[in-house]
């Protein structure tokens, strides 16, 4: 009997670590990042991301001449790819007055207060990526959306890629 108990909780010990133990595959079944190049295959459907960041179903989303800025999941470093397009948000900053609304976003994973601050540490990311551009601090302000803006609903990888975004727009 006391043979039996041991093996029993010895076997739902191992079912138990196990199942932590793995890691946790992308949306699209791997077990690597979805970054973007010019072009990621994703499930299937291929997310294109050019230089303006035009194409492949990611588009922009901001607002006033801005480029939204694309992050991998659960990640909220600006790729090389990527940061071309927080330079390009620097320099129409530098011809624009006023405040800059920086808009962190995330896709429909996780809890709403893991998405909320995700959103701020993209946003921040950013912030702090036009800084070193020369946009002065006091002229951007940062925000968290979360999960509660989603651009695109649909229940797949390329949509769920257009979520995890930081929108910039000028501050009404």
Same mark, same amino acid.
């Given at each position: 009997?006391?043979?039996?108990?041991?093996?029993?909780?010895?076997?739902?010990?191992?079912?138990?670590?196990?199942?932590?133990?793995?890691?946790?595959?992308?949306?699209?079944?791997?077990?690597?990042?979805? *970054?973007?190049?010019?072009?990621?295959?994703?499930?299937?459907?291929?997310?294109?991301? *050019?230089?303006?960041?035009?194409?492949?179903?990611?588009?922009?989303?901001?607002?006033?001449?801005?480029?939204?800025?694309?992050?991998?999941?659960?990640?909220?470093?600006?790729?090389?790819?990527?940061?071309?397009?927080?330079?390009?948000?620097?320099?129409?900053?530098?011809?624009?007055?006023?405040?800059?609304?920086?808009?962190? *976003?995330?896709?429909?994973?996780?809890?709403?207060?893991?998405?909320?601050?995700?959103?701020?540490?993209?946003?921040?990311?950013?912030?702090?990526?036009?800084?070193?551009?020369?946009?002065?601090?006091?002229?951007?302000?940062?925000?968290?959306?979360?999960?509660?803006?989603?651009?695109?609903?649909?229940?797949?990888?390329?949509?769920?890629?257009? *979520?995890?975004?930081?929108?910039?727009?000028?501050?009404?």
């Amino acid at each position: 009997m006391i043979k039996q108990t041991v093996w029993t909780a010895i076997t739902l010990t191992a079912f138990f670590f196990s199942g932590c133990g793995q890691t946790a595959p992308t949306l699209d079944g791997t077990k690597g990042k979805n *970054n973007f190049t010019d072009a990621t295959e994703i499930s299937g459907d291929t997310v294109t991301v *050019n230089e303006s960041g035009e194409g492949g179903g990611l588009g922009n989303s901001s607002a006033d001449g801005f480029r939204s800025v694309y992050f991998d999941f659960g990640d909220y470093s600006i790729s090389g790819t990527m940061q071309s397009k927080v330079s390009a948000d620097a320099a129409r900053a530098a011809q624009t007055s006023g405040k800059i609304k920086i808009e962190g *976003n995330c896709d429909e994973f996780g809890t709403d207060e893991y998405n909320y601050a995700l959103g701020l540490k993209r946003a921040k990311a950013v912030k702090d990526a036009m800084a070193a551009e020369g946009v002065q601090n006091g002229r951007m302000v940062i925000i968290s959306y979360g999960e509660s803006n989603p651009v695109c609903s649909s229940p797949t990888d390329s949509c769920y890629a257009r *979520n995890r975004r930081v929108d910039l727009r000028l501050a009404r």
